[in-house]
């Protein structure tokens, strides 16, 4: 699979939820983007990625 642009491999099956928890991303303003389509959080625990996803994690973060 493709996450933010790199070439990785996670065992399967894999949730959004623990690939957010292996990134060590924080919880509160990170968006995911699965083959560019926006997964809300709610159905983190419950969508399951595949070999083929292109996913995107993004953190929200204040600056100046």
Same mark, same amino acid.
Request: charged share 20%; no cysteine.
């Given at each position: 699979m493709v996450l933010n642009g790199e070439v990785v =491999?996670? !065992?399967a099956? =894999?949730?959004?939820? $623990?690939? #957010? @928890? !292996?990134l060590k991303a924080?919880?509160?303003?990170v968006a995911v983007a699965v083959n560019r389509e926006i997964v809300p959080?709610? $159905?983190w625990d419950t969508f399951f990625l595949s070999d083929? @996803?292109?996913i !995107? #994690? #993004?953190t929200?973060?204040?600056g100046g």
């Amino acid at each position: 699979m493709v996450l933010n642009g790199e070439v990785v =491999t996670i !065992e399967a099956p =894999t949730s959004i939820s $623990k690939l #957010v @928890d !292996e990134l060590k991303a924080p919880t509160n303003g990170v968006a995911v983007a699965v083959n560019r389509e926006i997964v809300p959080r709610s $159905k983190w625990d419950t969508f399951f990625l595949s070999d083929q @996803d292109a996913i !995107e #994690v #993004v953190t929200i973060f204040q600056g100046g």
